[in-house]
């Protein structure tokens, strides 16, 4: 294939609310040749004035193929009329090259008014389809373009929500009115170009994950569009869950590092936080809020969350420290627990856990732990059975998953580690979503408690997620170190991302 090829062009004059406008939509086929890169259209109207309209990325048909999409729509003013028919040429630029579809050095043209053009060879294509599921969306509409030389008798949809366990067909519709119902158009159906637009509506109701092909039915012959052989698949937004030590304020330009942290969460849209060595000034043992290290992040969000919190003991010397748990979702239930044999707020080996359940959309009831739990020779195997009880006791038939998340002080592949993950009960879901090798020095925690140790994966923040679970993990990233958001404690954040099984 080209570099970079158009797949069609859309050109609409519509006059719905009674606002003359021309719509203008390209949607193309780029080669992934890296991951800094730019596409756009080079268009102009009628007038012959020349504008640069830039395009951005739609998904993926597959590893080395990008869809990109460009809009735009021009109002009808007393100072400017409609582009009318248009000419375009398409742009790719990356790694310091250009490359261009623009027919040939003929560039493209499309008529005002005249609906869709295909431009491939493909008689049967997707049309206008979308890359993710909305919230509460709970049908989804397919538009199909079909070559009229075709003759086609019918067209279905064949669909599935749990990964093509059950499938279902859908037929579409074909009217001529297509344009007119759907924009006050006057394009026609099929149009010059012989495109010929079918309509379908599949009700998915709450399902978290919608794939689909399309087959055409002719005289002699069944086409298929399925993607490139990938098949069509848009989902809801997965969860996703941060976990982080904050440090207990030891870290030099604190107050800019808590920008940072709240810059990610806002960037990454970040579902769930679960931070550790959360501080507050000690007050006497009363605690200052407005000091307290979760809250100020909290409060630098572009829309707080929810937040709950409870400390453990004196963290050096001027501090309450604890564990905080941040949630988009409404917390439904909250509860902290020593799960130490020490309860005094003076012994460093107190250790406090917070609980908060939140019903996640598209996946159920989940509950969240942010633990810091001490070393191996200080009470880790006491603290993880009560952990571990308390959780168990908490999974009910109606919670979909359990995620005991935060620093743990174990190392992978140490006897901590191995009576976490050989009891058969948890999986460490970084490990499960990279493959063996991936750490390099930048992911290891920094803590001085640790320089000596000489393995090559010496992790000890982690989410164990029950095997039990309905929720399986789909990426896993290491965040806060030189690479991204730069330092910000001692340890560097993890970033893991969840969807339905």
Known sequence: MNKIQLLYVENVITRKKRVLQQELSFFMLVENLGYDKDCDVLWSGEDGEWHTLRATYHSNPDHDKEYWRAHIAVKSTADRTLPGNIKFALRYRTQGTEHWDNKHGLNYSSQADSGIKVVTSRPILNIGFESSLKDGQKYVPITVSVNQSVH???????????????????????????????????????????????????KIDDAFRLQYTISCECPDQVLW?????????????PLKVMILNLHCYQEDNQDAKFSQIAKAINDLDVDIVCFQEVAELWNDGHGDWDTNSAKIINDRLNSPYHLYTDWSHMGFDKYRE??????????????????????????????KVVM???????????????????????????QFKKLSKWASDNQTEDVSGTMLCGD??????????????????????????????????????????????????????YIFMNKASDLH?????????????????????????????
């Open 408 to 461: 743990f002080n174990i190392t992978a592949g140490s006897e901590g580690y191995n009576l976490v993950v050989k009891s058969n009960e948890y999986d460490d879901q970084f490990l499960a979503a990279n493959s063996h090798g991936v750490f390099e020095k930048i992911f290891k925690v920094n803590d001085p408690y640790w320089q000596h140790y000489l393995a090559d994966d010496y992790r000890i923040d």
């Open 152 to 202: 086609a008798k019918s067209v279905t949809i064949h669909w599935t929500t749990d990964n093509w366990k059950h499938t279902h067909k859908t037929p579409c519709q074909f009217k001529r009115s297509f344009w007119d119902e759907k924009f006050r158009s006057n394009a026609r159906n099929p149009n010059q170009y012989g495109s010929q637009i079918w309509k379908g509506l599949l």
């Open 356 to 382: 908060a359940q939140v019903h996640v959309p598209c996946m159920g009831l989940i509950n969240f732990f942010s633990a810091h739990l001490s070393w191996w020779d200080d009470g880790f195997p006491e």
């Open 473 to 501: 993990i789909t990426s896993g990233r290491v965040l806060f170190t030189e690479e991204d958001y730069g330092r910000v404690s001692d340890h560097c954040g993890y970033l893991m991302t969840f969807e339905p099984k």
């Open 322 to 351: 604890g564990v905080a748990i941040l949630s988009r979702f409404p917390m439904l239930k909250q509860e902290a627990k020593y799960v130490s044999n020490s309860h005094s707020a003076y012994s460093i080996h107190s250790r």
């Open 225 to 237: 569009d399925n993607n490139y052989g990938k098949n069509y698949s848009l989902c809801h937004k």
